[in-house]
């Protein structure tokens, strides 16, 4: 038999080749690390520059500061000021306030409708569902955004006669549609991983299917469910768009969800174009970034660990 | 011999099996209904945005609109600067992006074993990055690209006070985008890369052919389906992202359209953020407004719409073949 | 003359075949020792073989008794798999095809390999047995397609497809891609074939055509099959070698095995005691 002329294996080729992949696999770790480098670096300032630390330092940032003499000590961002002012005590708070309703508005309508998708709908339904949320989680913020501002901030005052048209309460529902594809998607994949043997044993005693949900189906899907609900808050701590659209952007402290409020992501993003480079408010700036990446590394860290932890237990049980 | 024993039957035990409530009986009832209402409420919400946006804002579109300039303060004209910076930006983006991600991709499915500690790393950083706030990275855009790749261009390459690339330019927004739509490819591609049956990666290895070989002739066409999936969210969601750009490029108006990496450019996201809060008469912009955001709106729609089809079909060839 | 414990030193004989040609049977391959884990878990035990040249040699025994783990190592397919560990000697021609040989596509060259269930590349008829020569260097368009068309020959699939060679491999009928996936394995001229269980996902006239093939093939190649049915092995094996548990408990002349096995388990098995 004739044998051909078979062209040895370049080493080279391969080699080259595997590095090139390794070397790309690394981009996402390296970028990971990149970024909190670089916003961090434009923060440290805060920490060692004595002049940057007469406007803006952790203390300052932190406590109640007496501005002016004849007035007493407060909380206030108001950069600036002749005074500058950088507490981030407000915008701490209008975070939490626009998250709040969000949550408050997304969690039970997400995880009720994941109820219902993988528990009730059938497959013909499910697969128009499905598809109609993950267009909802294409709309992009922005456009979310707008129509908070346009729209929804005119029914919301009509309806409740509120003072101020763009407030929390706006924002946070604007919001809250954002992250409701995130919930249901989590909480309906946790639901329908919850293997069928379980449920046929409930069933097959006499239960129907809400109590089966109920008792059975939803306490083994808390995990799951719990995951998405934790990366739904991440995604409205950060969210940029819609609050700097509709939430009012005044950095106020009150306890009211109908006043305007400043989000971390909105100062940032109304703040930064017109910042001297370099300056005070620049650093805090970046050190508002740093407060928002790490916030949000660690929250999707946490809802990661359930996810994978639900996903050990679902194997122990199956296997 | 030995007898077979028969179990002894337990005693009988005194109670009866009460009929199910009618609370028991109803509350199914009930909670389907509940849930369903959650399941409509969302879909109307959907339908509502989608249904006020095509209200206000189809008059609006045509040829002329797509394809002309703004004029006189935005009151009028057409959004064509915007449309053509959101396209020069995306493709810039995906040009970046999909080779990253796909070779991530790729590593992880085929270079090494699921419980290595490099792997989880990177699953690590990947979650990570897929959760940045967007304004992060438009941070990071500012800080990275344009204060520390430019620049550093810049005092290499060129002498004059003036900044070249150290300055918002269409490239860096479009390197800052391709960062925050990484995770969105590596996860389509690596979906599509798990659907690749080992058998027929072996009778690549069978007849002789190297891993790289492998990957280039058989892997690769076989995950292209996942790859366009992959990419075509990310257009999508680049498309759509405006915290990110903000500051790396794009601009309100330019009376140019951009043709250098370095030049800034227009484009639909930005365009609708700054005629919302900052049109000096809101009601004049309002018409323009709606189309645009019309626009941008059928463009994410359409992109999405063609990725769960592509999708849905390769999860019904898998199923088929598996 | 022929030797009949696999454990003898090699000898060269020759015989005459159907065509009037010399025929070497001497072993074209060889295993001493051969033991093998897939992490910590050892699955094959000390398997000493000879395979004969020109010869079907056929492994039979129940499932997960490590017969195709065996056939895998035999052309270091169990390299793609992360975490295994092969000890032992593996020879093709007196060279150790894991230590004297550098490069392992020499190996997968020289010893071919047919899967169990047919995996054609999603790709025309043409480009799949062209595959192996592509991507091992031949790329005059003549050479190839002198070799595809006398692969698909020795598949017994030349007339079928010769039409339809641009047609995607999918097109084609089960028992037509199994032999399309022969013909893939033949274009690079190995010397060796190993089939894993070539015809058990085959209808019964498919399969007896596989066969045929088979019986045509060892003519100027030497074949390994692994196998769950018995009167397969039977029907077309010069050799078999019965696997129970990772051990290689007998091996022989197949009419040897069949009448007159020497242990007690290759008896029970064959004639049926346990699958």
Known sequence: ?319 | ?322 | MQDDTANSPTRAMFQVNQDGKLVGTGNKMKTRNVNFSYGSNQVLFDINTDIREHQVTALIGPSGCGKSTFLRTLNRMNETIPGTKMSGKILLDDLDIYHDIKDVSTVRTRVGMVFQRSNPFPKSIFANVAYGLRVNGVTDKDIVEDAVEAALQSAFLWDEVKDKLDVSANMLSGGQQQRLCIARALAVRPEVVLMDEPASALDPISTSKIEELIRELKKKYTIVIVTHNMQQAARISDYTGFFYQGVLVEFGPTKMIFTKPSKKQTEDYITGRFG
């Open chain 1, 1 to 319: 038999m004739s044998h051909f002329e078979f062209k040895p294996k370049s080493k080279i080729r391969e080699f080259l080749g595997e590095k090139i992949i390794f070397l790309s696999a690394l981009s996402a770790l390296i970028v990971v690390l990149l970024i909190f480098v670089f916003i961090f670096k434009e923060s440290i300032p805060i920490f060692t520059d004595p002049e940057v630390q007469q406007e803006a330092s952790i203390d300052k940032m932190t406590f109640q500061q007496q501005y002016y003499k004849d007035k007493p000590p407060k909380w206030s961002w108001q950069p600036n000021s002749e005074v500058p002012k950088y507490s981030l005590l407000p915008l701490a708070l209008g975070t939490l306030k626009a998250a709040i309703v969000a949550m408050l508005f997304a969690v039970p309508l997400a995880v009720a409708a994941a109820i219902y998708t993988s528990e009730f709908a059938s497959s013909r339904f499910r697969e128009i569902i499905k598809p109609i949320i993950e267009l909802l989680a294409g709309i992009p913020s922005v456009v979310l955004g707008f129509f908070a501002l346009i729209v929804l901030a005119t029914v919301i005052q009509e309806a409740l006669g509120l003072t101020f048209r763009l407030n929390a309460l706006t924002a946070g529902i604007a919001l809250g549609l954002a992250v409701i594809p995130i919930i249901f998607t989590v909480a309906e994949d946790a639901l329908s991983a919850v293997p069928m043997p379980l449920r046929n044993g409930a069933l097959a005693l006499g239960a129907n299917p809400w109590q089966v949900s109920l008792t059975m189906v939803l306490p083994a899907a808390l995990p799951g469910i719990s995951a998405g609900v934790v990366l739904g808050f991440g995604r409205a701590i950060g969210e940029t768009m819609i609050v700097l659209m509709a939430s009012g952007n005044a950095a106020v402290i009150s306890a009211s969800f109908t006043d305007s409020i400043r989000t971390f992501s909105a100062t940032i993003a109304a703040e930064l174009a017109e910042v001297v480079f370099g300056s005070a408010h620049y650093n805090v700036l970046f050190f508002i970034g740093s407060l928002l990446f790490v916030f949000t590394f660690a929250i999707n860290l946490g809802g990661d660990l359930l996810l994978s932890r639900l996903k050990l237990k679902l194997q122990g049980r199956s296997s």
């Open chain 2, 1 to 322: 011999m030995i007898e077979p024993r028969i179990a002894d039957t337990p005693p009988p035990v005194d109670y009866e099996v009460q009929p199910t409530s009618f609370l028991t009986r109803s509350s199914g009832t009930v909670s389907k209904g509940l849930t369903l209402l959650a399941v409509i409420i969302i879909i109307a919400m959907l339908a509502v945005i989608i249904g006020n946006v095509i209200y206000h804002g189809a008059s609006t579109i045509s040829w002329d609109f797509l394809t002309s300039p703004p004029e006189n303060g935005m009151e009028a004209g057409g959004i064509f600067p915007a449309v053509f910076g959101t396209v020069a930006l995306v493709i810039l983006m995906v040009i970046a992006v999909v080779p990253i991600g796909v070779l991530t991709a790729i590593y992880l499915q085929e270079y090494t074993r699921p419980d290595s500690k490099i792997t989880r790393l990177i699953r690590i950083a990947i979650a990570n990055l897929a959760g940045v706030p967007s304004i992060v990275f438009g941070l990071f855009g500012l800080g990275f690209f344009i204060g520390f790749v430019g620049s550093g261009i810049d005092s290499v390459f060129f002498d004059s006070g003036r900044p070249v690339w150290g300055q918002p330019a269409i490239i860096w927004a479009a390197m800052t985008l391709s960062l925050l739509t990484l995770p969105v490819v590596i996860i389509a591609t690596e979906e599509a890369l798990r659907t690749i049956p080992a058998e027929l990666k072996d009778a690549s290895y069978a007849l002789g052919a190297t891993k790289l070989q492998t990957i280039v002739r058989v892997i690769i066409p076989q995950a292209l389906p996942g790859i366009l999936t992959g990419g075509i969210l990310a257009v999508s969601r680049g498309a759509g992202e405006v915290a990110p750009i903000m500051f790396t490029g794009a601009a309100y108006y330019l009376p140019y359209l951009p043709s250098k990496l370095n030049d800034q450019f227009m484009e639909l996201g930005y365009h609708i953020y700054v005629m919302a809060t900052q049109s000096p008469d809101v009601e004049a912009t309002k018409p323009i407004l709606y189309g645009t955001v019309l626009v941008l709106l059928v463009l994410t729609f359409l992109l999405n719409i063609i990725a769960i089809v592509i999708r849905s079909k390769m999860r019904r060839a898998r199923s088929h073949a598996g």
